[in-house]
């Protein structure tokens, strides 16, 4: 039968990946880690991150976490007006994501990574709520890049720029998408599959002033990729 053929292949690939079909649910807990899989190419979605591995909110946070994985998957969603998006899982202070790519995010010319939070213009720049980004490419070694949360304009930081992009393609051009953008050239490797987000959002302000209730910390929009295999 045809029907043992997509799901040998999913098994594999899933496998391949570490998001295994039984990693599904259950339904997420508050302040506690779970997996969510498989980690398929979901094909329109595909130069975008394809599957949630795991999630690790704060424990005041919920916002979002009702529609996830697919909230934080494909491209991000712009704001009808004003604010950022409110189309996010929100992490928490310390809250953490990992991210996966079915195909591989490569080390292209520039910038190779782009990371939509809601991140949303104010007088003198953006109200931000930044997070360190991690990468890996066989999900075990993870690389950072330098994240000065503590400092005023969170440099190496997600969560600092306001997205821009108002379609798919857009927001995979780090010259008109907006959001945050990262060359792999900085952590020295060809290709990830994992991307991996950790609020900081404590430690930029210095207190817990944007901790509290579910939307606290980062809120997590859409990863990009900028380049094809
Ligand atoms: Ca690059
Ligand atoms: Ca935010």
Same mark, same amino acid.
């Given at each position: 039968m045809n029907l043992r053929a997509p799901w040998s292949t999913l098994i594999t690939l899933s =496998?391949?990946?570490g998001c295994a079909p039984d990693d599904v649910g259950p339904e997420p807990v508050a302040g506690e880690p779970f997996a969510i899989g498989p980690c398929i190419d979901r094909g329109?979605? =595909?130069g975008f991150a394809t599957c949630v591995e795991s999630f690790a909110p704060a424990a005041a946070a919920s916002f979002g976490h009702d529609a996830l994985p697919d909230i934080v998957l494909g491209a991000p969603q712009p704001p009808d007006s004003g604010g950022g998006s409110l189309d996010v899982a929100s992490l #928490?202070? #310390?809250g953490s994501i990992?991210? &996966?790519f079915a195909v591989a995010a490569p080390n292209g010319p520039g910038e190779d990574l782009i990371v939509f939070e809601n991140a949303f213009a104010t007088g003198d720049g953006s109200? =931000?709520?930044p997070a360190a980004v991690l990468v890996s490419d066989d999900g075990e070694t993870w690389f950072a890049f330098a994240c000065d949360a503590e400092g005023d304009e969170a440099q190496g930081c997600a969560g600092v720029t306001p997205a821009q992009a108002v379609s798919g393609d857009l927001a995979r051009d780090p010259e008109g998408? &907006? #959001?945050d953008a990262f060359d792999l050239d900085e952590v020295g490797l060809d290709q990830i599959h994992w991307l991996r987000l950790?609020?900081?959002t404590r430690e930029h302000y210095a207190s817990d002033m944007w901790c509290q209730g579910p939307a606290g910390g980062f809120d997590l929009d859409a990863v990009a990729r900028v380049h094809d295999p």
């Open positions: =496998a391949w990946l329109t979605t =595909a #928490g202070c #310390g990992t991210l &996966g109200f =931000a709520e998408s &907006g #959001g950790t609020d900081r």
